[in-house]
């Protein structure tokens, strides 16, 4: 690896939010007419749940599945991605499969084998859908960069001689430059993956969850107990939550003017956590998520039309 650092409102008011109201069950948009998208959510043994806005409705996308590593959805919404541990005795695969949204049609199906034999591979699209970022839980795999058939363009295993580690954040920016974190820092790479650019040296000790916008222009991460957002160049750093207890894995949404929040983060066991769903705007204002704070009427929680509770998750967070 060459060395590699070159230094580079909509505010909307809720009186009441009332899922049992008769607007909630009766058929009227319980939302903001401006949220738009579709949020999927990782949930216990209820498998990839999405929740279609400004409607409401929701309802199962990927059934429970134990050998489901990860999904993705392109930005375009046009395609899913799966990475299904697809292992027999003595061969560690994992299938990649794209296929369209709409029709179910497969678009590429392919077996990848980590040079760890990790059958624990996840897999992410690029912004052009053209390229398929694959990492894995192994320290020995790092960053893998395949084109969208399968065949093998570029492994980022180290930076300077220092492994990547395995619980960092990696993601797509336009242009299928890579975004990905690393021990303090935040590196950008651009095709052919070879060097690197030192987005922002990070002074703290509990950071990460790192996540960006469509367009590539805004960060949104966890630092401490809360979130805050960043221009994509490292500046603006702007503390966005506040509560009681703690936020994490925050999700733009597609437009980029809200931001999802997973707020009362808690564990659930050995590495395991979940989290209640809330939208915020993103407008770089503060806004306490706490339920009953003075000043949360701009704090939507994520509720089914004709439900009363709100959404949790425990794993992967996309909002297309």
Same mark, same amino acid.
């Given at each position: 690896?060459?060395? *590699?650092?070159?230094?580079?409102?909509?505010?909307? #008011?809720? %009186?009441?939010?009332?899922?049992?109201?008769?607007?909630?069950?009766?058929?009227?948009?319980?939302?903001?007419? *401006?949220?738009?998208?579709?949020?999927?959510?990782?949930?216990?043994?209820?498998?990839?749940?999405?929740?279609?806005?400004?409607?409401?409705?929701?309802?199962?996308?990927?059934?429970?599945?134990?050998?489901?590593?990860?999904?993705? /959805?392109?930005?375009?919404?046009?395609?899913?991605?799966?990475?299904?541990?697809?292992?027999?005795?003595?061969?560690?695969?994992?299938?990649?499969? $794209?296929?369209?949204?709409?029709?179910?049609?497969?678009?590429?199906?392919?077996?990848?084998?980590?040079?760890?034999?990790?059958?624990?591979?996840?897999?992410?699209?690029?912004?052009?859908?053209?390229?398929? %970022?694959?990492?894995?839980?192994?320290?020995?795999?790092?960053? #893998?960069?395949?084109?969208?058939?399968?065949?093998? +363009?570029?492994? /980022?295993?180290?930076?300077?001689?220092?492994?990547?580690?395995?619980?960092?954040?990696?993601?797509?920016?336009?242009?299928?430059?890579?975004?990905?974190?690393?021990?303090?820092?935040?590196?950008?790479?651009?095709?052919?993956?070879?060097?690197?650019?030192?987005?922002?040296?990070?002074?703290?000790?509990?950071?990460?969850? %790192?996540?960006?916008?469509?367009?590539?222009?805004?960060?949104?991460?966890?630092?401490?107990?809360?979130?805050?957002?960043?221009?994509?160049? @490292?500046?603006?750093?702007?503390? +966005?939550?506040?509560?009681?207890?703690?936020?994490?894995?925050?999700?733009?949404?597609?437009?980029?003017?809200? *931001?999802?929040? @997973?707020?009362?983060?808690?564990?659930?066991?050995? %590495?395991?956590?979940?989290?209640?769903?809330?939208? /915020?705007?993103?407008?770089?204002?503060?806004?306490?998520?706490?339920?009953?704070?003075?000043?949360?009427?701009?704090?939507?929680? +994520?509720?089914?039309?004709?439900?009363?509770? $709100?959404?949790?998750?425990?794993?992967?967070?996309?909002?297309?």
């Amino acid at each position: 690896m060459k060395k *590699l650092f070159s230094t580079a409102v909509q505010i909307f #008011t809720l %009186l009441v939010f009332t899922c049992c109201s008769k607007d909630n069950a009766g058929g009227s948009s319980p939302y903001p007419s *401006l949220l738009k998208g579709t949020i999927y959510y990782d949930w216990a043994t209820e498998g990839i749940l999405k929740m279609s806005l400004p409607d409401g409705t929701g309802g199962s996308f990927i059934p429970d599945d134990s050998k489901l590593n990860n999904f993705d /959805i392109s930005r375009d919404g046009k395609w899913k991605l799966t990475a299904v541990n697809a292992s027999t005795y003595g061969q560690y695969d994992v299938r990649f499969t $794209i296929s369209d949204m709409n029709s179910g049609k497969i678009v590429e199906e392919f077996i990848y084998n980590s040079p760890a034999g990790n059958s624990y591979c996840k897999g992410y699209l690029s912004p052009d859908n053209s390229l398929i %970022l694959v990492t894995s839980n192994d320290f020995q795999d790092g960053i #893998t960069i395949l084109k969208r058939n399968g065949e093998f +363009v570029a492994r /980022i295993v180290d930076i300077n001689g220092e492994r990547l580690g395995i619980n960092e954040s990696r993601f797509w920016l336009p242009g299928n430059n890579v975004i990905f974190t690393h021990g303090k820092y935040i590196i950008k790479m651009a095709p052919p993956f070879s060097s690197g650019t030192l987005i922002k040296e990070m002074s703290y000790q509990d950071w990460g969850k %790192l996540t960006v916008n469509q367009t590539g222009t805004q960060f949104a991460l966890s630092i401490g107990n809360h979130i805050y957002t960043m221009d994509a160049n @490292g500046n603006d750093l702007k503390q +966005v939550t506040s509560s009681n207890f703690k936020e994490s894995v925050p999700e733009f949404s597609p437009d980029g003017k809200h *931001l999802l929040i @997973g707020t009362n983060y808690r564990s659930t066991g050995t %590495l395991g956590y979940s989290w209640d769903l809330k939208i /915020i705007p993103n407008d770089g204002k503060q806004y306490n998520v706490d339920s009953d704070a003075t000043n949360s009427r701009e704090v939507i929680p +994520v509720i089914w039309r004709g439900k009363d509770k $709100i959404e949790s998750a425990g794993g992967q967070m996309i909002w297309r």
